[in-house]
T-cell receptor
Framework: QQQVKQSPQSLIVQKGGISIINCAYE??????FPWYQQFPGKGPALLIA?????SEKKEGRFTISFNKSAKQFSLHIMDSQPGDSATYFC????????????FGTGTKLQVIP | DSGVTQTPKHLITATGQRVTLRCSPRSGDLSVYWYQQSLDQGLQFLIQYYNGEERAKGNILERFSAQQFPDLHSELNLSSLELGDSALYFCASSRGTDTQYFGPGTRLTVL
């Protein structure tokens, strides 16, 4: 019930291409879905987050698409750049209160020139 | 800079030893979370504290313990260390709602 499944495990994309990472959750009580970006040797940093009352959220080249009925959400990185090479974690949790967020297993993205 | 500080940055110790990792949350954050990340692995949630009280427990070994003090800083104690405990240990904090802000981590090496 608390699992968040993330795919693919790794991804290689050409510079300028679109990177797509998918996540699925089971707990319908989740109402907060953040994405974190982690560079080697650094802590994860919040990239973008969405709540289930919207189906899409865009911030610059990063877009989250959310499908509530399928219990799936995805991160799209448009015009991928070598500087986007990092590990990306999706997560799901509950807004409000103090319950922990459940993380996906991570996707290692490499953008090649 | 997330505002979360962790000390030390690096720690090298021997098997069987005990170490303490320290975390200071962002100003105003009441929740502190501890995570373990082994090489090329995901984030394994260990434990969460909220305003001094334990709120959630993950895959934390019995050899590990944590606490959150009245000034809201937290310590993670790792004892009887094994080679497999070598990892990055992250602390994160939040205002008790949703977004977690991660510290830079402590890299533990057990020889």
């Amino acid at each position: 019930q608390q699992q968040v499944k993330q795919s693919p495990q790794s991804l290689i994309v050409q510079k300028g291409g679109i990177s797509i990472i998918n996540c699925a959750y089971e707990n319908t009580a989740f109402d907060y879905f953040p994405w974190y970006q982690q560079f080697p040797g650094k802590g994860p940093a919040l990239l973008i987050a969405i709540r289930p009352d919207v189906s899409e959220k865009k911030e610059g080249r990063f877009t989250i698409s959310f499908n509530k009925s399928a219990k799936q959400f995805s991160l799209h990185i448009m015009d991928s750049q070598p500087g986007d090479s990092a590990t990306y974690f999706c997560a799901a949790g509950h807004s409000g209160g103090y319950q922990k967020v459940t993380f996906g297993t991570g996707t290692k993205l490499q953008v090649i020139p | 800079d997330s505002g979360v500080t962790q000390t030390p940055k690096h720690l090298i110790t021997a098997t069987g030893q005990r170490v303490t990792l320290r975390c200071s949350p962002r100003s105003g954050d009441l929740s502190v979370y501890w995570y373990q990340q082994s090489l090329d692995q995901g984030l394994q949630f260990l434990i969460q504290y909220y305003n001094g009280e334990e709120r959630a427990k993950g895959n934390i070994l019995e050899r590990f313990s944590a606490q959150q003090f009245p000034d809201l800083h937290s310590e993670l104690n790792l004892s009887s260390l094994e080679l497999g405990d070598s990892a990055l240990y992250f602390c994160a904090s939040s205002r008790g709602t949703d977004t977690q802000y991660f510290g830079p981590g402590t890299r533990l090496t057990v020889l």
